[in-house]
């Protein structure tokens, strides 16, 4: 089955410790992208990547690192966590300059 | 910069059609595509429009209009099941096709 998977779905940490999320998608799209969500100001674009080891901020990459070294995942890193990262994420690829993206179901972060 | 304006909420009936609004403000883009989420879930994407005028999918039908900076997306036949939120988004040309910018979103209440 065609899907994005993120890991893991739900967490709870607390200020200033390192976290992963991890995001794998098993249609060797080309374009990777991570987005925070939050009530009233819809999806905001974190990080993209448009192939092995070519990555470029999105609209709101403050207090996040991304990285490409498989076609097939692209990891969000949180180096020190804040409560203000307290969000909904979301992963999504899609297949070079279609429009159709696909979500991964998201993860729900608190950060106290 | 860029910005687009949806309305926060619609309300309809079953069997009604309605549409949900957006204009934008953004200095040039490749195209207008929307997505739909369900309370819980993932973005899925419904439609999207590369060129002025409309595009039907179904009982969805999306516009668009550059000179107006407005596009809508038209759901008829409503069904309970359309009851969830609808964000519009633009891929900006100065960021190239992977950049996305979403509309805060449009909850769609469907009463029997």
């Known amino acids: 089955e065609a899907q994005v998977t993120q890991n893991p779905r739900y967490l709870i ?7 992963t ?3 794998s998608q098993n249609m060797n799209h080309e374009y ?18 448009m192939n092995v080891e070519v990555t470029d901020k999105g609209d709101v990459p403050e207090g996040y690192k991304v990285s490409r070294k498989e076609k097939r995942n692209f990891p969000l890193i949180l ?6 990262q307290t969000s909904l994420y979301f992963c999504a690829s899609r297949p070079g300059h279609r429009e159709t ?10 950060v106290l | 910069g860029q910005s687009l304006e949806q309305p926060s909420e619609v309300t309809a009936v079953e069997g009604a059609i309605v549409q949900i609004n957006c204009t934008y403000q953004t200095s040039g883009f490749y195209g207008l595509s929307w997505y739909q989420q369900h309370d819980g879930g993932a973005p899925t994407f419904l439609s999207y429009n590369a060129l002025d005028g409309l595009e039907e999918t ?19 036949e409503l069904q309970m099941k359309d009851s969830a939120s609808y964000f519009c988004a ?3 040309q100065e960021g190239g096709y992977n950049k996305l910018i979403f509309g805060a979103g449009t909850r769609l209440a469907v009463h029997p």
Request: contains cysteine; aromatic residues 16%.
């Open chain 1, 13 to 19: 940490t607390v200020t200033g410790k390192k976290l």
């Open chain 1, 21 to 23: 999320v991890t995001c």
């Open chain 1, 32 to 49: 990777m992208s991570w987005y925070r969500q939050d009530p009233g100001l819809g999806l905001r674009q974190i990080y993209y990547s």
């Open chain 1, 79 to 84: 180096e020190s966590p804040s409560p203000n």
């Open chain 1, 101 to 110: 993206q696909y979500f991964g179901p998201g993860t729900r972060l608190l």
């Open chain 2, 58 to 76: 179904g009982r969805f039908s999306s516009f668009l209009s550059r000179s107006d900076s407005y596009g809508y997306l038209l759901l008829q």
């Open chain 2, 90 to 92: 633009v891929s900006p």
